[in-house]
């Protein structure tokens, strides 16, 4: 999935916008709705899992070209995160297309190499099973040819609405990560020398783990940035019957309801860019 999403970044489309987040931004966005809607071609180019912060901007920014819009949508938790780590999932990326390895900082390199013994005996026990087992893993007809989910009808709804906030949960404590805000000051820089144009949008979250902190930390944390959003931490709360299997996962109804709510904040910021 992630090579087909690759294959969106090419010289024939003009002026195309790019989505990019985690699963929040993947398995919760109509790309397809979006583009018939604001008249331009969007691509959905999220990756899924734990895919750190820093990874997936040093790849968008690397992709795109003059006139490109990128829409980067994190989810809450990256602005409490430090980037060193690297998810299972990241390393199954790199393994699996080695030029991603590029996109990790230095000390995500060193923790790769330490662990491809491991990916050496998860993806060929994957493998052998995907073997015996062909229909296990056939996640392409899962997306549609923008790169977005769309297999919500076909999943059984299991979120049950949450007894205390994310926020509590993990205990952020307005303690914001400078790691993220370097990163993404990074890619804008980057972004912006290329002539491409970088915003900053948010996930839906289940309504019962939104805390108006979240908001308070966010808006600050721009605040003298020169970042341009759209929307704010308020403006994509769902209620938790819109909501799959993961406080960020929409249903049908509710992708339907977040990619409206994005349209709806960036088509006045859309017809105002100069390309």
Do not use: C
């Not at 040093?58 to 995160?81: A, H, M, Q, R």
């Not at 783990?209 to 721009?222: G, H, P, V």
């Not at 403006?235 to 509710?254: K, Q, W």
Request: charged fraction near 25%.
């Amino acid at each position: 999935m992630e090579t087909k999403k690759a294959s969106f970044f090419n010289n024939t489309i003009e002026k195309p916008i790019y989505v990019i987040a985690g699963s929040s931004m993947g398995n919760s966005f109509d790309s397809e709705l979006v583009s018939k809607k604001l008249n331009r071609e969007v691509f959905n180019t999220s990756f899924t899992l734990s895919h750190k912060s820093n990874f997936i901007l040093n790849y968008i920014s690397d992709k795109v070209k003059k006139g490109d819009i990128v829409v980067y949508g994190p989810e809450f938790d990256n602005y409490y995160d430090q980037d060193n780590s690297i998810s299972t999932a990241q390393l199954a990326s790199v393994y699996n297309n080695s030029s991603f390895f590029k996109y990790q900082n230095f000390k995500q390199k060193i923790k790769f190499i330490y662990n491809i013994p491991k990916m050496n005996v998860l993806l060929s026990y994957r493998k052998l099973k995907s073997f015996f087992k062909p229909n296990l893993y056939n996640d392409l007809k899962k997306y549609n040819s923008r790169g977005d989910y769309i297999h919500h009808k076909n999943e059984k709804r299991t979120w049950n609405a949450s007894q205390i906030s994310r926020y509590e949960k993990y205990n952020y404590n307005h303690v914001i990560s400078t790691e993220f805000k370097k990163n993404i000051l990074k890619a804008k820089k980057e972004i912006e020398k290329k002539g491409a144009h970088l915003f900053i949008t948010f996930p839906p979250i289940a309504e019962s783990e939104y805390d108006d902190r979240f908001n308070t930390d966010i808006i600050n944390f721009y605040k003298k940035t020169g970042l341009k959003l759209i929307g704010n931490p308020k403006t994509f709360v769902v209620n938790d019957s819109l909501i799959l299997n993961h406080p960020y996962h929409t249903t049908y109804n509710g992708t339907e309801k977040r990619s409206n709510l994005f349209i709806e904040n960036f088509n006045p910021i859309l017809s105002k860019i100069k390309n």
